[in-house]
């Protein structure tokens, strides 16, 4: 019978219930494992630890079930989206990447593809998009960000595929029950499980999903050669966590539209973005091809004093880089080097009490108009 998401989540890539055995077993902690001392390494036998280990098996298990493909998990979601780039793009190559995506994506592009006689063409998530003549691969993160836009995958998917080119969707801020660009036509679903997908902000972590088992192999491979392989407890934490991930989304999208809709009415608050706001101009194009809405909200104040004094005066809000947790974090994104306006913050709503949540964004948005 057809299962639910939070259903799906909890019981994602579990092994067959034994009698005396927990529900997810624990980390297998090993380099070397035993061999046949005469046969030597055997198939579906763990051999070492870089290419065999059963708990990130486990867990490439579950992600693969919720996103609808085969999974390869990886050390971060860095090692992810460059295992994608590297073993897609040969010498003559053109990759286009988004403008206005994860700049750390756009800045290693730019720095080390050139070198290798690829050209790399940018893109904003919203478009207008170049000619996808001679595109090998065309990168989204669609909601991007930090902007919160979005494109329609399958629109786009259709026009690279036509021309004999890949699509790649940077999956990270929905995760698999926010968004499933397998089921829209991409050929992978490339994601930092760092943020939303584990939820608990305690590892580092990242996946690249496909339906093409030869494109699988390759990004196995990949993985294996350059050992960018998650640690067994890493894998474990984070198969441990996905059984929450419905709760945790429901909870955190639930403040995102409280928290939305004291931003957009706030005297101190320029703009705002948040896809699941109905005046949103991506609202639409969101109904219509994701599952659910992130908790994720950006908005933009004044200028840095602003946002500084606005973290001074909030007692619940964190300041930190990543997002998706179960604290509620804010982060002013030109302190990375990103392309915006000094005042914008990327808002990662948590699990509190949205009444909690919502007075304390209140106190923290008046200190910060003053």
């Given at each position: 019978m057809p299962l639910g998401d939070g259903t799906r989540a909890v019981h994602a890539g579990l092994p067959e219930a034994v009698p005396g055995q927990p529900f997810l077993p624990g980390p297998v902690l090993g380099a070397p494992y035993h061999l046949d001392p005469v046969a030597g390494p055997l198939p579906g036998v763990d051999g070492y630890g870089r290419t065999d280990n059963r708990t990130y098996r486990a867990l490439e298990s579950a992600i693969g079930e919720l996103e609808g493909g085969e999974c390869v998990v990886f050390s971060s979601g860095m090692a992810a989206v460059t295992a994608v780039l590297l073993t897609t793009l040969r010498s003559g190559d053109t990759v286009i990447v988004p403008q206005d995506g994860y700049y750390l994506t756009r800045a290693f592009a730019g720095e080390h593809?050139?070198?290798?006689?690829?050209?790399?063409?940018?893109?904003?998530?919203?478009?207008?998009?170049?000619?996808?003549?001679?595109?090998?691969?065309?990168?989204?993160?669609?909601?991007?960000?930090?902007?919160?836009?979005?494109?329609?995958?399958?629109?786009?998917?259709?026009?690279?595929?036509?021309?004999?080119?890949?699509?790649?969707?940077?999956?990270?801020?929905?995760?698999?029950?926010?968004?499933?660009?397998?089921?829209?036509?991409?050929?992978?679903?490339?994601?930092?499980?760092?943020?939303?997908?584990?939820?608990?902000?305690?590892?580092?972590?990242?996946?690249?999903?496909?339906?093409?088992?030869?494109?699988?192999?390759?990004?196995?491979?990949?993985?294996?050669?350059t050992g960018a392989i998650p640690g067994p407890f890493e894998a474990w934490l984070a198969h441990r966590s996905l059984g929450t991930l419905d709760l945790r989304l429901t909870r955190q999208a639930a403040n995102a539209a409280a928290v939305t809709e004291l931003l957009a009415g706030h005297p101190a608050v320029r703009s705002v973005r948040w896809p699941g706001r109905p005046q949103d101009p991506a609202y639409g194009l969101a109904r219509r091809q994701m599952r659910r809405i992130p908790g994720v909200v950006t908005f933009t104040l004044a200028d840095k004093a602003a946002v500084d004094r606005f973290f001074a005066a909030s007692e619940l809000i964190f300041a930190a880089t990543s997002f998706g947790g179960l604290h509620t974090s804010a982060d002013r994104r030109a302190q990375w080097g990103d392309d915006t306006p000094e005042g914008l913050v990327r808002f990662s709503c948590g699990v509190e009490d949205t009444a909690d949540l919502v007075a304390d964004l209140r106190q923290a948005l008046d200190a910060a108009r003053i």
């Open positions: 593809l050139p070198d290798r006689g690829v050209t790399v063409a940018t893109a904003r998530t919203a478009g207008p998009y170049p000619s996808f003549d001679g595109v090998r691969l065309l990168l989204l993160e669609t909601p991007s960000n930090p902007g919160l836009d979005i494109c329609d995958v399958a629109g786009l998917a259709a026009a690279v595929h036509e021309r004999g080119g890949l699509v790649a969707v940077d999956n990270t801020t929905p995760t698999p029950l926010g968004q499933r660009p397998l089921d829209l036509g991409a050929d992978f679903s490339v994601a930092s499980g760092t943020k939303a997908l584990t939820g608990h902000s305690d590892l580092l972590m990242g996946y690249v999903c496909t339906r093409d088992p030869e494109l699988a192999a390759t990004i196995r491979t990949w993985r294996n050669r």
